[in-house]
């Protein structure tokens, strides 16, 4: 059974850090692509990160946000530096079977249960 399981959430002030990891258990990512996603209260899942071997972001974190996996680990990790209140949501990983940097959710095979990053102002 595959699961992707995200940790690292938490709440900060605003300028503040935090890092997600997931893990994946289940079969091995390698060569997959793999994606961080948030969801804030009312509005749509929207693609944060994604990187199979070259990261791409989204304009909203380029410069303030890192995705980087470690493969002999299973694991994807998010390091989001310069944390905004507008940076407030459940954070999702997930993990797509599609190369060429997937931007939509229904590109994504598989998802974590989400971690919620809280930033106050």
């Known amino acids: 059974q595959v699961q992707l399981v995200e940790s690292g959430g938490g709440s900060v002030q605003a300028g503040g850090s935090l890092r997600l990891s997931c893990v994946a258990s289940g079969r091995t990512f390698s060569g997959y692509t793999m994606g961080w996603f948030r969801q804030a209260p009312g509005k749509e899942r929207e693609v944060v990160a994604c990187?199979?071997?070259?990261?791409s972001y989204a304009d909203s974190v380029k410069g303030r946000f890192a995705i980087s996996r470690d493969d002999a680990k299973n694991t994807v990790y998010l390091q989001m530096n310069s944390l905004k209140p507008e940076d407030t949501a459940a954070y999702y990983c997930?993990?797509?079977?599609?190369?060429?940097?997937?931007?939509?959710?229904?590109?994504?095979?598989?998802w974590g249960q989400g971690t919620q990053v809280t930033v106050s102002s």
């Open positions: 997930a993990a797509s079977r599609r190369i060429g940097g997937p931007q939509s959710p229904v590109d994504y095979d598989w």
């Open positions: 990187m199979r071997y070259v990261e």
